[in-house]
């Protein structure tokens, strides 16, 4: 068993740099969000089954299942508050072109509250801390 932990020692180290290193970079990009930039938070979450309250055994086999895209935006006239958005889709399927539908309409959105933005920063927080992805678009 110390073998095994002297081995993960190294792993675990960096898996805690590499952690605080993204942490620090989220906290200082959403804090410094200007009038012309936008910081968003995204989670694709798993599919949701529908389920009645007072369901028929027969019901329980054929639930019906929807998933739910979240994601929490800070602007520069939200300081530590931001706003939240949900999206409820019949779609089951996590592609990219699921994905890139959800984050065309938080774009198109923003920009149409803040017309003046320039920079959109997207951090992806479902993956494990040291491979999240985080992308950034000029407008």
Same mark, same amino acid.
């Given at each position: 068993m110390c073998k095994t932990i002297t081995e993960k020692k190294t792993q675990y180290l960096w898996h @805690?740099?590499?952690?605080?290193? !993204?942490s620090g970079y989220f906290d200082? +990009?959403?804090?410094?969000?200007?009038?012309?930039?936008v910081v968003y938070q995204v989670d694709y979450a798993e599919n949701y089954t529908l389920q009645d309250q007072d369901q028929i055994?027969?019901?329980?086999?054929?639930k019906k299942q929807l998933s739910i895209s979240t994601a929490y935006?800070?602007? &520069? %006239?939200? &300081?530590? %508050?931001?706003?939240?958005?949900?999206f409820v889709s019949n779609s089951k399927k996590h592609d990219k072109f699921t994905v890139i539908t959800c984050l065309e309409i938080l774009v !198109?959105?923003?920009?149409?509250?803040?017309? %003046? @933005? %320039?920079?959109? +920063?997207f951090f992806r927080m479902v993956l494990p801390v040291s491979a999240r992805i985080v992308i950034s678009f000029n407008i």
């Amino acid at each position: 068993m110390c073998k095994t932990i002297t081995e993960k020692k190294t792993q675990y180290l960096w898996h @805690v740099f590499v952690k605080q290193k !993204q942490s620090g970079y989220f906290d200082h +990009i959403k804090e410094n969000a200007d009038d012309t930039t936008v910081v968003y938070q995204v989670d694709y979450a798993e599919n949701y089954t529908l389920q009645d309250q007072d369901q028929i055994q027969s019901a329980h086999w054929s639930k019906k299942q929807l998933s739910i895209s979240t994601a929490y935006t800070w602007m &520069g %006239d939200s &300081g530590e %508050d931001g706003y939240s958005f949900g999206f409820v889709s019949n779609s089951k399927k996590h592609d990219k072109f699921t994905v890139i539908t959800c984050l065309e309409i938080l774009v !198109q959105e923003r920009t149409a509250l803040m017309p %003046d @933005v %320039d920079q959109i +920063i997207f951090f992806r927080m479902v993956l494990p801390v040291s491979a999240r992805i985080v992308i950034s678009f000029n407008i």
